[in-house]
């Protein structure tokens, strides 16, 4: 079956180089060839979550499990927390904060719309005893990025630890962990860290270490205990509680060093600069964007408004079938009411973008939608001829 | 680096078509392309599991991850378990269950020795109220396997759901789920599944539904109410509540259709031939067993008492420096006691087993140990001059 090429919000297309790691022969996940090699691929990862003052556990596991054990580590005790939530991913960690804890709170703002800061403010104000706060960097469900900016330093200033959900964004967008104080961050190893899915790097200040330690959570593999413990007491044997996947690893310590190469900041702007291509290319051809107010838009995927002549679940299917490229449909309550495009990693360039906007512009002009053909490269800085002749 | 060949009792060396799976390009986790794979290779686990009336989840993380969910899902309501522990493991198991409930009644052995049947009855009918029995199957840590055989039937009768550790043995020694009605059965890909490490099959019976469905444990991922929610509820769509490995679940599917090719049977009969071949090996060089009775010997890895005349870890270091054959020392509290060798899926074999004897006796030769060359392939059924040949 011919390859579709992943423009979905992840897990992203991986570069060759990368996947080739995957199928080395296994080595083994303890000993003094292994620690060494795991060190230095956390001191990379760290790098990448400018977390250097932190702690950072490799877990095995989908992004989920890393913010579930932050919860899970910090809540088991039944403490305040609030959840800051626009999003069905957002909404989802409501749910599982719910299983943990009687006392929630949540600053909701309805999908893809901004929740009010000063919302956040007054109940971390008015309640004064919140131990923890949630957010989502990236709503991957909405396209919408949270302002994490400004959401840390009132969480600080109130003593809530706050964890951030930032399994799209970290590595794409700018999420100094140290220097905004986040408590917990946690992402996963298949969106902007250019790697096949499988670890969760999770990174943990010394203030969230201290509140931790404070808590009687239950379990053992969801517990930044264990993590913490195995550093201490296996760091120069077995510096985890578990069987790693090294192929990954390797995979990971090659695409850190890579992104390290071409710089967070040389980075950060590569994805601006290919998330403005695709949101205006697709405003060319008529497309409203999910999310209008621009500083809500993450540069890591973008959620479009169905077009009124082209229902998103058959353009889904047309950009698959004739173009074998896949893009997403939206989530639950905005099934049928947006579609997704990611570009992120490799996929934030022009190879990846520029064929995906021919291929929308088309699938339009199949619909009976008149477009010049090219329409969706004006305004983006290309030779358009130069840029349909290379599609 | 030069490879070292990985006669460690997990991960094992992995075969180049499956290892090539690893490194294909992504594919989505979800829709109607990914679906009715996933479903497929549910199913061939399922055969491999031999649990064809129970359900089976692939959860993404290590095997430790899918029995502590098994824990949590049925002992967070404070229910008591009776945790039978001989090993490393198992000792393990009896801490973690001791976080999530303070009714823990255990029935133990020293390490490597065999539990008493007797006790595990009384202790299920003097009590009555044991809602969770929890076993390791194979000791990793001892080379012993316990005789789910004997446990499973008397945990039935007193209405306890059986939990079974099998990370280091299904796949290789039979351990038939539903036929022997255990509740709770998990194993991980990178033993005898034959697969790098990232996914931790599970099955679960419809008694230990029934059971999960009752109790309120709090959670999400380590929660198998979630696992079964989905797929009743997403089930054409995304049959599980994240992201999968998809390259590692392709590398599973190829791997338990050559163990199903190769037939369960057969299977089993070659890993009691390799590990007898690995056994008779090193007790031709003088070597002793660190489990005596034959009925307790894992027929996939062994451990073995250090040799006076060669410490194990000396032993460990001489076969990775000048044979780059990797095996394990003892763990914990025996660390320089034993030393331990893996001998599953493709490493059941004689291109495994025989240069990994035959390095051991060239190691007491060296320590000057006297013994004839070829000793340890006496009375294996070989032709010794053609062993020693291939070497």
Known sequence: MKHNFLMIPGPIEVDSDILTEMSAPL?????????????????????VFCAQQSDLFLMPGPGSVAIETAISSLLSDGSKALVITNGFFGDRWLKVVRTYTKQVISVAAQWGKPVQIEAVRSVLKKERDIKVAIVVHGETSTGMVNPIK???????????????DAVSTLGGVPLPVDEWKIGICATATQKCLECPPGLAPISMSA????AVEKCSSPGWYMNLRTWKEYIVRWGDWHPH???MPTGLTKALHLSCTKILEEGLEARFARHARFAHMVRRG???????????QEEYQSNTFTAI???????????????????????????????????RIGHMGPTASSRAVLPTLFAIEEALRESGVHIKRGACFEGLGLDVEAALSNI
Chains 1, 2 share one sequence.
């Open 150 to 164: 400004e959401i840390a330093p009132i969480c600080h200033e109130y003593g809530a630890i706050l964890i951030v």
């Open 207 to 210: 203030d969230a270490w201290r």
């Open 282 to 292: 697709l405003q060319n051809l008529g497309f409203e964007l999910f999310i209008d």
């Open 305 to 339: 408004k169905t077009h009124e002549r082209l229902p998103a679940n058959l353009l889904v299917k047309y950009l698959k079938e004739k173009h074998h490229i896949q893009i997403a449909g939206g989530l639950d309550e905005l099934a049928g009411k947006i579609f």
């Open 27 to 47: 080595i083994a996940h303890y000993g003094p060839d292994w620690v060494p090699f795991h060190n230095e691929t956390v001191n990379l990862v760290k790098q």
């Open 241 to 243: 509680p578990v069987t």
